[in-house]
């Protein structure tokens, strides 16, 4: 079975560009994880999607970042305009259900912001 | 590539021996728990959890205890390998008021010494 799909792998971006990951979660998941990863930490939610619908976006800094789902399967992660402070990596994650609490991870974007 | 091991606490071990990654967590309502294995370029990969119920539960060379009187959590690999070398994170989960975050713990870099 395929695990969570993440692209792209890495990405190197001036300040003030815009940049879009994108997420293809475990086949039959209905909940899609978005986390910021910085260097030497753990990772931190930025928005949980049950099927279509953001459940939880508490954390996610909306004046730039964005993100969809709009068919209840692959999901975008867009940031307009990066900062140098949005270097780190972007896990995706999904689960059966949000009562099914094991997660599972795709391998992650690093972005780069020069 | 870039580590995600960086300024975190590590623990070395000699081949064959038993390690023991120990974690703090945050909240005394927490009732699942989780461990998981990050390799230098990687996502975060499931090894193991317990809910709240249990103290001690067991897999593949793996045991997890818990002790919730103090908050601890406990990761035991048996017959540590060089492909055991990895950032090992604990997370917690609270699912009370439909709440499913789930909060990471700093991490630990283990380094198998061959």
């Known amino acids: 079975e395929a695990g969570v799909v993440q692209s792209p792998r890495y990405k190197i971006i001036e300040k003030k560009q815009p940049v879009a990951f994108w997420c293809n979660p475990i086949?039959?998941?209905?909940?899609l994880y978005w986390y910021r990863q910085n260097l030497g930490q753990g990772p931190e939610l930025l928005i949980r999607?049950?099927?279509?619908?953001?459940?939880?976006d508490s954390q996610l800094p909306k004046d730039r970042f964005s993100a969809e789902r709009l068919k209840g399967v692959d999901s975008t992660l867009k940031i307009q305009p990066a900062e140098l402070g949005d270097s780190a990596v972007y896990l995706c994650?999904?689960?059966?259900?949000?009562?099914?609490?094991?997660?599972?991870f795709g391998p992650g974007t690093r972005l780069t912001v020069l | 590539g870039e580590s995600v091991g960086l300024h975190l606490p590590t623990l070395s071990v000699q081949e064959g021996d038993n390690s023991i990654i120990n974690c703090a967590y945050s909240?005394?309502?927490?009732?699942?728990f989780i461990w998981y294995k990050q390799e230098s370029g990687k996502g975060p990969q499931f090894i193991i959890d317990?809910?709240?119920?249990?103290d001690k539960r067991q897999g593949q060379r793996v045991t997890v205890l818990l002790n919730k009187t103090v908050k601890h959590l406990s990761l035991q690999i048996a017959a540590t390998q060089p492909g055991d070398s990895a950032v090992y994170f604990c997370?917690?989960?609270?699912?009370?008021?439909?709440?499913?975050?789930?909060?990471f713990g700093k991490g630990t870099k283990l380094s198998v010494i061959p």
């Open positions: 994650a999904s689960s059966f259900s949000e009562r099914t609490d094991t997660q599972y």
């Open positions: 086949s039959g998941h209905n909940t």
């Open positions: 999607y049950e099927n279509e619908e953001a459940v939880d």
């Open positions: 909240n005394s309502a927490s009732d699942y």
């Open positions: 317990i809910r709240s119920n249990m």
């Open positions: 997370a917690e989960n609270y699912s009370g008021a439909g709440s499913y975050q789930l909060t």
